[in-house]
């Protein structure tokens, strides 16, 4: 059984979702907190973990485009990311229109009651099933 990975790539977290074994749906698992931006060994170890705990082949990562398609700083630090990914790795890392995953998730939340203030600690996990989510039902 292989699985996805599907990450939500933010400044100072990263939101991590799973593919259930067959690839159909897309599953939260954890928020990866850093305390400073540059500061990824820590954060590259746990994706490590997780890729070897779930046996993972294969990585979807949200590319944050500006609405008008062009690659802004975020998108720039996320392709950065997706080589440092593939080199720690060696796994396919699929890039992910991920535009309007964080609205969604803040709404998803929303909807679902989630009080203002707890929400921070869903949102990058939620944004990372959107990911996930949309590059399943694309496949």
Do not use: C
Not at 62 to 70: A, I, V
Not at 76 to 97: N, P, Y
């Amino acid at each position: 059984m292989i699985r996805i990975m599907g990450l939500d790539y933010g400044s100072k977290t990263v939101g991590v979702a799973i593919s259930d074994p067959l690839g159909i749906t897309a599953q939260g698992i954890e928020t990866i907190h850093r305390k400073e931006e540059n500061k990824l060994r820590r954060t590259l170890a746990r994706i490590e973990a997780l890729i070897a705990e779930y046996r993972v082949d294969t990585i979807v990562l949200g590319l944050p485009l500006h609405m008008n398609d062009e690659i802004g700083e975020r998108a720039e630090r996320s392709l950065a990311f997706k080589e440092m990914l593939i080199r720690r790795t060696g796994l396919e890392v699929i890039m992910w229109d991920e535009r309007l995953t964080t609205v969604e998730a803040e709404q998803a939340l929303i909807e679902m009651n989630v009080r203002r203030e707890d929400r921070k600690k869903y949102i990058d996990q939620i944004a990372a099933i959107f990911i996930l989510q949309g590059y399943l039902d694309s496949i």
